[in-house]
């Protein structure tokens, strides 16, 4: 075996990062506005003014981003908050999208 030489070949590994989902509060006529601003607080650790800035949008224009997830954490932020909000008697929607 004297004299003899293996070669060695290294592989490189791409490491991709995850997809992330962008969660949204979708806007109701029924649920208060205190409720949503308590929502972004406990759910999404906004502080009061942000939580207000969010909770505006969400009444002017429809739809306010709560935060970009992994897959994981934005489904189950969106769980939470649907569950939440049925628990408390109200219809508030939350959802995920794809990020582009």
Do not use: W
Request: proline content about 5%; hydrophobic content about 35%.
């Amino acid at each position: 075996m004297s004299g003899q030489t293996r070669e060695l070949t290294r592989t490189e590994e791409k490491v991709t990062r995850p997809p992330l989902y962008r969660v949204l509060l979708l806007n109701d006529d029924y649920t208060p506005m205190d409720f949503v601003v308590d929502v972004l607080v406990r759910f999404f650790k906004k502080s009061i003014p942000q939580a207000n800035r969010i909770m505006m949008s969400v009444h002017q224009k429809g739809s306010g981003l709560c935060g970009v997830y992994t897959f994981e954490i934005a489904e189950t932020k969106t769980m939470q908050v649907v569950e939440y909000a049925r628990s408390s008697g109200y219809p508030l929607l939350c959802v995920m999208e794809k990020e582009e």
